[in-house]
């Protein structure tokens, strides 16, 4: 049976946790349901009809992931952990901190005065909004406080500070 080498263009699915085994990805539509929590007790994240829109439905399309071997699609430890795989097999791999999105920096973490926010800006805590830079450039944030003189701001990505487990599965070489 062929193996998987750098330069293939090959279908994965994959399921991403935490240390406390909490999924924040996912490829396989069974890892996808939300919880009464997020989304209400009729939310059904396996169908279109759900519209809340922080529940994280809808965050990626579920179904195997293609990508070429060797090209920066995915983290390069899983794309390196593809090469001698087989159809069917599957491998699980951790991603320390330092290779995923870093550790976590209290100095990202930041509070404005509303005065010096736009007056139609209207977060809530868990928001993620682009705000600009003093050099015009994006960068994404998580509301983490509001009051009415400040909003406090993270700027960390969200899995920082946080070994990546993933479970992947070479589905197919293409």
């Known amino acids: 049976m062929a193996q998987a080498k750098q330069g293939d263009k090959v279908r994965i699915d994959y399921t991403g946790t935490l240390n406390d085994g909490s999924v924040f990805d996912s490829t396989l539509e069974e890892d996808e349901e939300c919880s009464s929590e997020e989304c209400g007790d009729d939310c059904d994240c396996s169908s279109d009809e759900c519209d809340d829109e922080g529940c994280g439905c809808g965050d990626h399309e579920s179904g195997p992931m293609e990508l070429t071997i060797g090209s920066g699609d995915f983290f390069p430890e899983i794309e390196e952990a593809i090469i001698g795989m087989t159809p069917g097999e599957k491998k699980t791999l951790v991603i320390p901190v330092d ?9 990202r973490v930041f509070t ?15 928001d993620q909004l682009g705000l600009a830079d003093e050099n015009d450039e994006t960068i994404g944030v998580t509301v983490m406080e509001v009051t009415e003189e400040s909003i406090t701001f993270d700027a960390n990505h969200p899995l920082a500070g946080e070994d990546l487990t993933f479970a992947i599965e070479l589905i197919e070489i293409l």
């Open 112 to 126: 404005v005065s509303r005065k010096d926010l736009p007056d139609d800006l209207n977060p809530e805590v868990g």
């Open 99 to 107: 290779d995923a999105f870093g550790e976590y920096d209290e100095e």
